[in-house]
């Protein structure tokens, strides 16, 4: 019998493989989505038996999104992987300072430094998205463009859905300068998306350099993780796998 167990114990094992230390990933998503378009990448790694967490952020400040963001982390059990995609990668860049936080990946993510603020970021290499303003301060993708500009390997009727669920966003997290950078502290995955029609991929690979994150590039458009959710997973394992 303790013959059989070890020998089932070890196919265990095999099958779901530690990843070092980092058994936690924390997913962010991007302005004016939410957390459901992860659903591909949350399975893969799941499957990998890496527990993850998914944050639905408020969208009512940058600082409201950050603190979610943290709520969410500091309910994991040890080493945790923080990703963040688009927008989502500014959030994580504050957020990622909590302690359980030992590696970040950005999906076709911004990546701000301190003293910074993400218009500044983007004039670098100026963002192309139309927006529709809902107010003077308030603003969704435009419905026309939302497909080519945003996610156009991405089938229509997924696309379509997504811009008549798009969540309303300020302008303020734009305006609002970083108090603190975690990616100078920890280490970097970054995926450029090279198709990108959002972010620039000159501009992801500028700040990816500047941080000395490890970069991946993937055939793509913005909406990277779900149309290609396998390679954005891979990136993932890595990042879990980097941890000691």
């Given amino acids: 019998m303790r013959k059989f167990l070890l020998t089932l114990f ?51 400040s940058l600082a ?54 993400l218009t500044e970021l983007s004039q670098r290499f100026p963002m192309k998205i139309d927006m529709k303003m809902l107010d003077k301060q308030s603003f969704v993708p435009s419905p026309s463009t939302y497909r080519e500009s945003i996610a156009a390997d991405l089938p229509k009727e997924v696309t379509d859905f997504m811009s008549a669920s798009s969540k309303p966003m300020t302008l303020e997290p734009y305006q609002t300068r970083f108090k603190h950078a975690a990616w100078h502290d920890k280490p970097t995955f970054g995926i450029v998306s090279t198709e990108d029609k959002v972010i620039p991929p000159a501009l992801l690979r500028w700040m990816y350099k500047r941080a000395g994150s490890e970069t991946t590039d993937i055939a793509s458009s913005h909406m990277v993780y779900m149309s290609h959710p396998n390679e954005t997973a891979n990136v993932i394992l890595k990042a879990a796998a980097s941890v000691d």
């Fill in 64 to 117: 409201d999104d950050i603190a979610a963001t943290r709520l969410v982390i500091q309910q994991q059990n040890g080493p945790t992987v923080l990703v963040g995609h688009s927008y989502g990668g500014a959030v994580i860049t504050e957020a990622g300072n909590e302690d359980k936080v030992r590696a970040m990946v950005y999906v076709a993510a911004l990546q701000p430094d301190e003293g910074e603020n």
């Fill in 10 to 60: 070890a196919g265990v094992a095999i099958c779901n493989p530690v990843y070092a230390g980092a058994q936690n990933v924390v997913l962010v998503h991007g302005a004016t989505m939410d957390a459901s378009g992860w659903r591909r990448v949350y399975e893969i790694l799941t499957a990998k038996g890496l527990s993850v967490s998914a944050v639905q952020l408020p969208h009512t």
